[in-house]
């Protein structure tokens, strides 16, 4: 078990590096300054522990129901085809990138919260965690 457990690590390492909302966040308060060690290290500890949850709590879950796997793998498929749609419309229409703009700093506090909301109600770190 540790060993797939270190095989997933790895593997969404590799995911975690590609740039979507919570890298492109992070690398927005690196350009400003602005808390950028705490940001990090809380996107880390969130990711450990939904990895965790994903090796531990969801493959035990899938293994007593094998039929949730054809739901989940269903769900999977129209979740990446709406992602997919999302990107190809951006990539149509054209987005505006990262900028450091300059403006009044925000408190600890207000960075953590929103780490966590970038974090958390991300849809896509469910899909590469669990």
């Known amino acids: 078990m540790w060993e797939s457990y270190i095989t997933g690590l790895v593997v969404c390492g590799g995911i975690i590096m590609a740039i979507g909302a919570q890298n492109a966040y992070i690398l927005g308060l690196a350009i400003r300054r602005e808390y950028h060690w705490w940001s990090a290290g809380l996107c880390i500890s969130a990711d450990i522990i939904l ?6 709590g969801v493959s035990a879950f899938l293994l007593t129901m094998p039929s949730a796997m054809e739901v989940m793998r269903w769900v999977g498929v129209v979740f990446l085809s709406w992602l997919a749609a999302q990107a190809l419309f951006r990539a149509v229409s054209g ?3 990262l900028s ?3 403006g009044k700093a925000r408190s600890l506090t207000k960075v953590i919260f929103a780490t966590l909301a970038v974090t958390v109600l991300n849809p896509q770190v469910y899909l590469d965690t669990l």
């Open 51 to 56: 990895l965790t949850a994903g090796m531990f």
């Open 100 to 102: 450091a703009e300059a």
């Open 95 to 97: 987005r505006q990138g």
